[in-house]
């Protein structure tokens, strides 16, 4: 187990564009395994390549679709890695307050797609398609966000986001 070390809002490489994967080897395997790792350390919903300072269009979900009401404390938590992912079709809205690992203690009402349909390839390169709906696609198009280097605080209007920066600001003052 290898934990990764989160990147957080205000470095640049939140900002920018990933590229496919083209290798689909033991490196890959080994950034997705530490990924998990990582995600289940932080105790979020999904992590993207470049919160872990990989520039590559890949990223995990945690599945919530078989959770049990009650999650008892050795439960084994699964998640979906979707690589190269794409997103066929979309329908509908649904508003879900999201949080970031990237912008820690910063959570706004951001609208997204209900249900979506995405293709995207596992570790091995397979093709997949997923269709969804509820917190996993709210999860699924947060972190496809982060591919194109948008954050969901992007959504916000200007004055909330002014609201947000401040408090990221006061938030690193604390933590020097
Ligand atoms: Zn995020």
């Known amino acids: ?48 390549g470049p919160q872990v300072g990989m520039m590559r269009r890949i990223f995990i979900c945690l599945d919530d679709r078989d959770l049990p009401e009650e999650v008892p404390a050795n439960y084994e938590y699964k998640f979906i890695e979707f690589i190269n992912p794409e997103i066929l079709a979309s329908d509908g809205d649904q508003v879900y307050q999201e949080g970031c690992l990237s912008v820690p203690g910063i959570y706004a009402d951001v609208t997204r797609a209900n249900r979506i349909t995405v293709r995207y390839l596992e570790r091995d390169g397979q093709p997949r398609e997923l269709d969804t709906d509820g917190l996993l696609a709210v999860c699924i198009q947060h972190e496809m966000d982060h591919l194109d280097g948008k954050l969901f605080v992007d959504y916000l ?7 947000v920066r401040k408090k990221l600001a006061k938030q690193r003052r604390h933590a020097a």
Do not use: H, N, W, Y
Not at 32 to 37: F, K, S, T
Not at 157 to 163: F, G, I, N, T, V
């Open 157 to 163: 209007s200007p004055l909330k986001r002014e609201m």
């Open 1 to 48: 187990m290898a934990l990764r070390t989160i990147v957080k809002d205000g470095d640049p490489i939140l900002k920018k564009v990933c590229r496919p994967v083209t290798k689909f080897d033991d490196r890959l395997a080994t950034l997705l395994d530490d990924m998990q790792d990582t995600l289940v350390d932080a105790d979020g919903l999904g992590l993207a």
